[in-house]
Nanobody, 117 residues
């Protein structure tokens, strides 16, 4: 059974950092890519970053480029999202999924990130 479990969310002040983890089980990261998405209250879910597992090629949406870093540890079947210089507009539920696109087959349950003073 394929499972993705996000962790690492929480409350952080503006300018702070968090590292999200996406732990996968039921497969050994042999999907082509893992993507990170987020959904803020009242807004549609948006893709923010993605990593091609084998090549390590990364993609970022402009709003997080230069602040967020996606990485993977194949041995641990885990993908990370290091989030720096956080802003209030980064507040959202963050999800990982087994693709860069919205039609990914599997999704995690999400982890809440709140950026507030």
């Amino acid at each position: 059974q394929v499972q993705l479990v996000e962790s690492g969310g929480g409350l952080v002040q503006p300018g702070g950092s968090l590292r999200l983890s996406c732990a996968t089980s039921g497969f050994t990261l042999d999907y082509d890519a893992i993507g990170w998405f987020r959904q803020a209250p009242g807004k549609e879910r948006e893709g923010i970053s993605c990593i091609k597992i084998r090549e390590g090629i990364t993609f970022y949406v402009d709003s997080v480029k230069g602040r967020f870093i996606i990485s993977r540890d194949v041995a641990k079947n885990t993908v990370y999202l290091q989030m720096n210089s956080l802003k209030p507009e980064d507040t959202a539920v963050y999800y990982c999924a087994t693709d860069c696109s919205y039609d990914a087959s599997y999704w995690g349950q999400g982890t809440q990130v709140t950026v507030s003073s």
